[in-house]
Structure formats: structure tokens, C-alpha cells
């Protein structure tokens, strides 16, 4: 199947003021067609290839991936009969991006 994901609020970036100079990446995954939100879409993060971390989406298709140093990734985002989303991002300390 070729669907395509709709992000909602997708990469809302949020920099904490810690001492860690942690950040977060959070979301809403979508069906493009049906506008119903996904449950249990996989999120995987990556830093030059290699796998960071990850999560799934909740019951009402958001997700948070915390604790995250600010530097460049690659989120993708993954569900069985979907095109995998893959985006570039720079999460940093000072700003939230909608």
C-alpha cells in the first residue's frame, strides 16, 4: 500500500532548561486519508545511521522521545501497510518548532 502518513504537530521540538541541555521530540501521527489518528506507529531515532533510541505512538496516535542531547537526526517513522516517513531534524535547546 502506498499511504502516505500525515504528521500532525509533527516535531514539535521542545528544548528544557536543564542542566543536561536535554530535549524532546513529540508528535501526532495521522491517517492521511481517513484523518483517524494511529496507534502504535513505531518511531525510531537515528544519529548518522545508528539507532539512538525510539518509541511507539499511544491510543491516540502521540509520542514523546525525551531525553534527547541537542544535535542533528533522522526520524522515521514506521506502521505495516504504510510508506515510512523519514525526516531531517535539529533539535536544540532554545526554540519549539509546531
Same mark, same amino acid.
Given at each position: ?38 496507534? +502504535?506507529? =513505531? &518511531? $525510531?531515532?537515528?544519529? *548518522?545511521?545508528? %539507532? ?29 501497510? +504504510?510508506? =515510512? &516517513? $523519514?525526516?531531517?531534524? *535539529?533539535?536544540? %535547546? ?5
Amino acid at each position: 500500500m502506498k499511504l502516505k502518513l500525515l504528521i500532525l504537530f509533527f516535531l514539535g521540538f521542545i528544548g528544557t532548561i536543564t542542566a543536561q541541555n536535554s530535549g524532546s521530540i513529540t508528535g501526532k501521527v495521522i491517517d492521511q486519508k481517513t484523518n483517524e489518528p494511529l496507534p +502504535y506507529v =513505531t &518511531i $525510531v531515532i537515528k544519529n *548518522n545511521d545508528a %539507532t539512538v533510541t525510539g518509541g511507539i505512538t499511544d491510543d491516540k496516535g502521540e509520542f514523546e522521545i525525551s531525553k534527547l542531547a541537542p544535535q542533528n537526526y533522522t526520524v522515521e517513522i514506521q506502521f505495516i501497510g +504504510y510508506k =515510512t &516517513i $523519514v525526516k531531517q531534524v *535539529n533539535l536544540t %535547546t532554545t526554540k519549539k518548532i509546531d
